[in-house]
């Protein structure tokens, strides 16, 4: 295992995680810092993947082992053993099955502006939210589609403001929320 920065040299910090649960190690010469969002020193990160889990169940498109990953952002997936990623072209080798962990679960509500039903999905920093299933991202040209109906959900419930019953602190230019 490489201890020193390809970038510039200096030996590498030890391995952190943060506060989404990421793990990564950052060259010596350099820091993050949290008010300005922004690296200073060097700025070389190595992010650190868990290693995939071996699952007892076998491909269904080829018949080779199934390995549980999670990718860089937190997302999970069962995959085939025998898939790969060619970094160079972008693309799939091997076989190309996966199954996608965090799937967004289908409610029986209906979508209070079009309708349709409503989906509960989670973020990958798990904050979770009810959207239109009619809503989709287009990741190429960085465009929404669909209803763009989305509600924020927490431990106490779907969030929304308070009916204009709700108490007033003296300003109604600033009412308080209570979340």
Not at 106 to 113: N, S
Request: charged share 25%.
């Amino acid at each position: 295992m490489n201890t020193n920065c390809p970038t510039c040299g200096s030996p590498l910090k030890p391995e952190e995680t943060t506060a989404t649960g990421k793990k990564l190690q950052r060259c010596s010469a350099g820091s993050w810092n949290p008010q300005t969002k922004q690296a200073e020193g060097c700025a070389y990160v190595k992010w650190i993947q868990d290693a995939p889990e071996n699952l007892d169940e076998k491909c269904p498109k080829c018949g080779s082992h199934l390995i549980m990953q999670t990718t860089r952002t937190g997302k999970k997936m069962k995959k085939c053993s025998a898939g790969g990623w060619d970094k160079a072209e972008k693309k799939a080798t091997g076989c190309a099955y996966v199954d996608w962990m965090d799937k967004p679960m289908v409610l029986e509500e209906a979508c209070p502006d079009c309708g349709e039903k409503l989906v509960l999905q989670k973020t990958a920093s798990g904050k979770q939210l009810k959207k239109c299933s009619t809503a989709k991202w287009d990741p190429k040209t960085k465009t929404a589609s669909g209803c763009t109906y989305i509600q924020w959900v927490n431990d106490k419930g779907p969030r929304t403001a308070p009916s204009a019953a709700a108490k007033s602190n003296g300003d109604e230019t600033a009412p308080e929320y209570e979340f």
